[in-house]
C-alpha cells in the first residue's frame, strides 16, 4: 500500500508563494510519474503538473505555466509544487498523486492511482 500526504496550504494574499510537499511512503511505491492536480469549489478536479519519478521530465497546465514549478526528491520520496504570484483563481484544494500504471505523464486524473486527502490553498486579492 501507498500513503500520499500532502502539505504546504495557507491562505495568503494575491502575488505571494506557496510550496506544497508530498510525502510519499509504502513498500510498494514504484511510480512512472508523480503529479498535482487541483480541485476549486463546484468544479471539477484539474491537472496542474506532473513529473517523472526516475527520468528527467516534467509538464503543466497552461494555466500554471511561468508560475509553478514541480520538483521532486527521490531521497526523501517527496514531490514539491513551488507556487509563485498567487492568484484568486488558483484557490483550490491541492492534490498529489502517484501514477503507478501509466509510463507518459498523463493529465488525466484517471491515470493516478493512489491520492492523498489533499491541501486547502486559498488566494485572496
Known amino acids: 500500500q501507498v500513503h500520499v500526504v500532502e502539505s504546504g496550504g495557507g491562505s495568503v494574499q494575491a502575488g505571494a508563494s506557496l510550496r506544497l510537499s508530498c510525502a510519499v511512503s509504502?513498500?510498494?511505491?514504484?511510480?512512472?510519474?508523480m503529479g498535482w492536480f487541483r480541485q476549486a469549489p463546484g468544479k471539477e478536479r484539474e491537472f496542474v503538473a506532473a513529473?517523472?519519478?526516475?527520468?528527467?521530465?516534467?509538464w503543466y497546465a497552461d494555466s500554471v505555466k511561468g508560475r509553478f514549478t514541480i520538483s521532486k526528491d527521490n531521497a526523501k520520496n517527496t514531490v514539491y509544487l513551488q507556487m509563485n504570484t498567487l492568484k484568486p483563481e488558483d484557490t483550490a484544494v491541492y492534490y498529489c498523486?502517484?501514477?503507478?500504471?501509466?509510463?507518459?505523464?498523463?493529465?488525466?486524473?484517471?491515470?493516478?492511482?493512489?491520492w492523498g486527502q489533499g491541501t486547502q490553498v486559498t488566494v485572496s486579492s
Open positions: 498523486a502517484t501514477s503507478d500504471r501509466v509510463r507518459a505523464i498523463a493529465v488525466q486524473s484517471n491515470a493516478y492511482d493512489y
Open positions: 509504502g513498500r510498494t511505491f514504484n511510480p512512472y510519474n
Open positions: 513529473i517523472r519519478w526516475y527520468r528527467v521530465g516534467t
